[in-house]
């Protein structure tokens, strides 16, 4: 797969691949009024080379190439040049701007592996009801919540609560459903497999 751009601040190979900072360091952009685009294609051979491409050659083999890994800014297969004003134009352009050029060169030619994300390590959280029965004193159960529930348990919002204690288990002690939240407990890292809401009770 070949790429094709201007060395213009407007083009969209350019504004994807420098930064504004970048950008605005260029003192010397391609000449507008001289018709060519630069190239990079996967298909050569050694070095990171700039195909200098006239109007009409894009496809075309051997076209005009400057080596940007090892700048020495001689146009390889110049020959195959038509315009001598884009010759010279190109060199003037690799000349000024070598830095960006590379660095484009290295992103298109050897680009690196994206990064890996690291799995995330998560907190198991756990919410604690405590049985509000006298003869219970305090016992209490535990249920896995994910991050939402959680935080919906915490933000003490009264019908919430109530909707979910509708939900849990009887007491086995006093066979009374009379729970009372105390807290969410964070239980170290797990996977997020065990994080699943609402997967266990556990009367304590
Ligand atoms: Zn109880």
Redesign the pocket.
Known sequence: MATYFHFLKDDAYIEEHLSEEEINAVKKWQNPKVDYEFSFHTQHEAGWPLYIIEPGQRGKRNRPKINLKVPTYEILEGKNLNNVAVGKDAKDVARNNIGVLQQLAEEYYEPKDEEVEEPVQLVAKVAVWK???A??KG?VITQTVDENEAGQLQADNDAYMQTWIKELPK?K????V?WEFTEVRNLGIAEEADLSAGQEVKQI
């Open positions: 049985c509000k029965s003869q219970c016992r007491c002690r006093c066979k009374k009379n």
